[in-house]
């Protein structure tokens, strides 16, 4: 009863739209208005990604990396283009939609954990089941204990998170994502608070769960976590470079956008046509 379902009924791809790609980012742009005026953290972003691909995104604080894991899972909203996850474009769909769906289709896994520190460790992992009402109790049960111990962390279930390491509560979190069976797992620096003993297991249980067709993004900023992905795409002042891109062609465009003289980021003008300053972490 856990199996994927492909796609929602409304809000697919289309005949209009036709797409084979598991995610797939078409001219994405995203705008905030902040204290110093407008400042777009993705600039005209096109990305395709499909099933069973592990892709490293790189690139420095601000870059955009975040906001576009945040396109990806719908968490925000892109200002213009289209953004199609597993079978569903989800730019124009209500929150309540959104959140059906990301249950459905994505798994998140955050650099901070972010497990409830008053439930235990298998509650934790029930909880995305729980709020898609996906199975009975028992079947809830059952299936997190599986989950557990696929990362190894099912002889710590009734422990509560803090009486746990930060590489178990790591382990915990994927559990977690894997919770309701989606295609795509996105993990925004999962082991940057790890030892290289822990974050070592981390990316080779990533790549396990790649070899059985899930389809992993990943922030990364570790050289040996990146070197170990499929596939790395390069963020830039909210551009995308696709490609092993190496650090001398990374510089090379970020100077092209860069004042001379300066290591921050030119003034680039808003969607309104205003100046605006690449200077918030996005």
């Known amino acids: 009863m856990f199996r994927r379902r492909n796609g929602a009924a409304a809000g697919q791809a289309g005949p209009d739209r036709p797409t084979s790609h598991l995610i797939d980012l078409r001219d994405v742009a995203k705008d905030y208005v902040t204290a110093a005026g407008p400042f777009r953290a993705l600039d005209d972003v096109s990305l395709q990604v499909d099933r069973g691909e592990f892709i490293a995104v790189v690139g420095r604080s601000g870059s955009g990396k975040s906001t576009l894991m945040n396109m990806i899972s719908g968490i925000d909203r892109a200002t213009a283009g289209t953004v199609t996850v597993d079978g569903t474009e989800i730019t124009g769909l209500s929150e309540g939609r959104i959140a059906q769906w990301r249950g459905r289709s994505v798994g998140v896994i955050f650099q901070f954990f972010q497990l409830l520190p008053t ?113 790395v795409v390069h963020m830039v002042d909210g551009r995308l470079l696709d490609g092993a891109v190496d650090d001398a062609e990374a510089a090379a465009t970020r100077a092209a956008t860069t004042r001379p003289g300066s290591t921050e980021p030119a003034t680039r003008a808003g969607s309104d046509g205003r100046p605006r300053e690449a200077a918030i972490d996005a």
């Open 119 to 231: 439930l235990t460790v298998v509650e934790n992992v029930m909880l995305p089941m729980d709020f898609a009402g996906r199975g009975t109790p028992r079947e809830r049960h059952d299936r997190a204990m599986h989950l557990l111990q696929l990362v190894g962390m099912d002889d710590q279930a009734r422990k509560l998170p803090a009486s746990t390491s930060g590489g178990q509560q790591q382990r915990v979190a994927i559990a977690r994502a894997l919770a309701n069976d989606p295609p795509i797992i996105l993990a925004d620096e999962p082991t940057g608070n790890l030892d290289s003993t822990t974050a070592d297991a981390v990316i080779a249980l990533f790549q396990g769960l790649v070899d059985e067709g899930r389809t992993i993004v990943m922030v990364t900023h570790d050289r040996e976590v990146t070197a170990r992905t499929r596939r």
